[in-house]
């Protein structure tokens, strides 16, 4: 079945810009959407289809995705944007056809 | 405000049955796609299930397939998981979440959650 790797976790200094990537098998061929969980809160969706944001989303946020990689971007990161985010696909040849990355805790320092 | 609220989470012994429920408020009920996403104490988002908008198309993850029954109620605008022969690796928070199916499918409004907790 269809993988997908996220870093365990990544830190930044606020101010500075924050890469959380998603690894798969030629995952650039799926749409890739991106949710951010502060603790003890709901997931939230702040990218969809690899680079659109929802109403409400700052422009910090952006995301990108080719080859084996997609990739989120977080710039100027501010204290708040400390929460876990996971990626997302859909497989619509796997039986489990919704996919989640294991995700990836962001620590601003 | 568009929202999601589950209700029906509880504590339950191994084997047990529960029903969660989950209602809508500010959208369009019934033409929308809805799912289940679970996500273990400590532990990542997982996919459970979701259902179309008339209800007569039903997915499931291999780790409920057959133990998990997804159904809706369009005119009571409510969402439900019925779960039986639950194991104790069921324990999770159940969020309920609206599914957006253009080409690629993804989750833009999810519920707070209920909390199941499987354990004798």
């Known amino acids: 079945s269809y993988v997908l790797t996220q870093p365990p976790s990544v830190s930044v200094a606020p101010g500075e810009t924050a890469t959380i990537t998603c690894g798969g098998n030629?995952?650039?061929?799926?749409?890739v959407h991106w949710y951010q969980q502060k603790p003890g809160q709901a997931p939230v969706l702040v990218i969809y289809?690899?680079?659109n944001r929802p109403a409400g989303i700052p422009e910090r946020i952006s995301g990108s995705n080719s080859g084996n990689t997609a990739t989120l971007t977080i710039s100027w990161v501010e204290v708040g944007d400390g929460a876990d985010y996971y990626c997302?696909?859909?497989?619509?040849?796997?039986?489990?056809?919704?996919?989640f990355g294991g995700g990836t805790r962001l620590t601003v320092l | 405000e568009v929202q999601l609220l589950e209700s029906g989470g509880d504590w339950i012994q191994p084997g047990g049955s529960l029903r969660l429920s989950c209602t809508d408020s500010?959208?369009?009920?019934?033409?929308?796609?809805m799912g289940w996403v679970r996500q273990a104490p400590g532990k990542g988002l997982e996919w459970v299930s979701d259902?179309?908008?008339?209800?007569?198309?039903?997915n499931y993850a291999d780790s409920v397939k057959g133990r998990f029954t997804i159904s809706r109620d369009n005119p009571k605008k409510t969402l439900y998981l019925h779960m039986s022969s639950l194991r104790a690796e069921d324990t999770a928070v159940y969020y309920c979440?609206?599914?957006?199916?253009?080409?690629?499918?993804?989750?833009?409004?999810w519920g707070r959650g209920t909390t199941v907790s499987v354990s004798s």
């Open positions: 979440a609206k599914v957006i199916t253009n080409i690629y499918w993804y989750f833009d409004l």
């Open positions: 289809y690899d680079n």
């Open positions: 500010g959208f369009t009920f019934s033409s929308s796609a």
């Open positions: 259902i179309n908008g008339g209800g007569g198309t039903t």
């Open positions: 997302q696909v859909w497989d619509s040849s796997s039986s489990d056809h919704v996919l």
């Open positions: 030629n995952i650039g061929s799926y749409g």
